[in-house]
């Protein structure tokens, strides 16, 4: 559960540091430091919602009432 707290913030520094030094190396500055925490707050959001989908619905499949067998 904490994974998915730091996956915002980690994905938008990584992105910025990834873009820092790519600008430095291809001498482009700025625009991989702008380009690429972009994509990468947008690939984060993503997988936030594929975590809430999953957590949800492992939640539900919890919370459903077992019925018990019954032969008749």
Known sequence: ????AFELPGAILGG???GYLLDNYFNTSPWLMLVLP???FTGACVRLVRW???LARN???TDL???PH???
């Open 38 to 40: 972009v994509l990468a």
């Open 16 to 18: 910025l540091l990834i």
């Open 59 to 61: 939640n539900n499949q």
């Open 70 to 72: 019954s032969r008749g």
């Open 65 to 67: 009432p077992r019925e």
């Open 52 to 54: 809430s989908k999953l």
């Open 1 to 4: 559960m904490v994974a998915i």
